[in-house]
């Protein structure tokens, strides 16, 4: 396979991955790497395949190669934080939407996106390691309060099994209630 050949088929691989023709698409890249095993961008086009595929280990090293042989390849960065979103890996995602940031190819996009993605990979830790942050504790306090309004308890089993029945009690009760036992 000549070089122009090899462009070619690089073209023919991604007019393959927009109209949804993965396995196609994977067959040109594959032929292409045989001859060209270090080409960054048929690297980077093949990781898309391998992601499509539901193949992350094999996409994220070809990302990895990418970032080998372009130290700052601005969509590798990207793709790669994303990819390490998905399977989890929160702070390897942050750092390479950090390096992404700092390419000129960010720089010329609007930083929006990048700031959003990055608030909810943090979200997403957090959620992942049973931490909550401020507006997620807020949330789960009115839920938990919409619920507990909904709820009434009606009856309890006493440790020796007899059922004991409680009455509704108002918010003026349980005040004048709490102020008797603190005394």
Do not use: C, W
Not at 7 to 16: E, P, S, T
Not at 75 to 88: D, E, F, I, P, S
Not at 150 to 174: C, M, R, T, Y
């Amino acid at each position: 396979l000549d070089s122009d050949n090899l462009a070619a088929r690089h073209n023919l691989a991604i007019m393959y991955i927009q109209y949804r023709q993965i396995e196609a698409a994977g067959s040109e890249l594959e032929r292409i790497l045989k001859v060209m095993p270090n080409h960054p961008d048929v690297l980077f086009t093949m990781a898309i395949v391998q992601t499509s595929r539901g193949e992350f280990s094999e996409a994220e090293s070809s990302l990895s190669q990418v970032l080998q042989l372009k130290e700052n390849h601005p969509l590798a960065l990207y793709n790669l934080a994303l990819l390490q979103k998905r399977t989890l890996r929160f702070d390897d995602a942050i750092r390479n939407l950090k390096n992404y940031i700092k390419t000129d190819y960010a720089r010329s996009m609007s930083p929006d996106h990048i700031f959003a993605l990055m608030d909810q990979v943090e979200r997403e830790r957090q959620e992942s390691e049973g931490r909550f942050t401020d507006e997620q504790i807020g949330e789960l306090a009115a839920q938990q309060d919409a619920s507990t309004q909904d709820v009434a308890i009606n009856s309890s089993k006493e440790p020796d099994g007899e059922s004991v029945e409680f009455e509704d009690v108002n918010d003026s009760e349980l005040e004048q209630l709490e102020r008797e036992l603190s005394h």
